[in-house]
């Protein structure tokens, strides 16, 4: 069976969250899509930028909130754009889809202070992509 | 000042070229947007995939091409989603801004066979995000 699936937005880890958003701003443009949220449970502090344009690409500056943050992790390996999020009417039913392609589930749905509740879970793909969901 | 770039596409280093383009396919039902392409001056296999829709993000799916493919390094520190790309009209003055805000040349301007021979230049971001950008 097919998802709807829809691109929602590129996650990009940064040791310095102002410095980051700093920098979209005067490189690419970007402004503040949001308010800084701090997550404990994903333990990160978040920041979505973008032009605003309908359509356009928005991307979610993450960096780690805390010693044993996720994101710490990946910045340790060298690794900056590290997820495409995607969002879906069902999320339990995506994950049952994902599984059976052969996914590996990485943390199940939880709500996310940056989408005001709204549940994400987390999976990597056969091919090692990162990828996040976030309910409708 | 400000550049005016669009982006592109998001760039997901793979293993396997065809194992990849099948799981898209089938997870999100992308499909192939472009033919398998063999670069050597990139030493990657590439396609790329998507809905298809106006707007819609467009996934170039890199493989490594021979033993010593720069996308090879990607994998082997476990990177999967890696660059983002934009399009500007100047290359070159584009790479200046990028370099005077701090960024990381690592790769000058060459036709890339992907883009009909559009020249592409690779640079790292202050925080360590790897930019891919193409001329218009």
Chains 1, 2 share one sequence.
Request: charged residues 20%; aromatic residues 10%.
């Amino acid at each position: 069976m097919l998802l709807d699936l829809t691109f929602d937005h590129l996650g990009v880890a940064v040791p310095d969250l102002d410095r980051a958003v700093s920098f979209y701003e005067q490189f690419f443009g970007y402004r503040m899509l949001s308010e800084r949220f701090d997550d404990p449970t994903q333990r990160a502090r978040v920041c979505f930028v973008g032009t605003g344009r309908p359509g356009d690409l928005v991307i979610e500056i993450v960096a780690p909130l805390g010693e044993d943050s996720p994101v710490g992790k990946m910045l340790s390996k060298g690794t900056a754009a590290y997820h495409a999020c995607y969002s879906v009417a069902d999320i339990e039913q995506a994950l049952d889809v994902a599984r059976a392609q052969g996914c590996v589930l990485v943390a199940p749905p939880v709500p996310a202070v940056a989408f005001g509740g709204r549940r994400i879970a987390w999976f990597y793909t056969p091919t090692r992509q990162l990828i996040e969901l976030v309910e409708q």
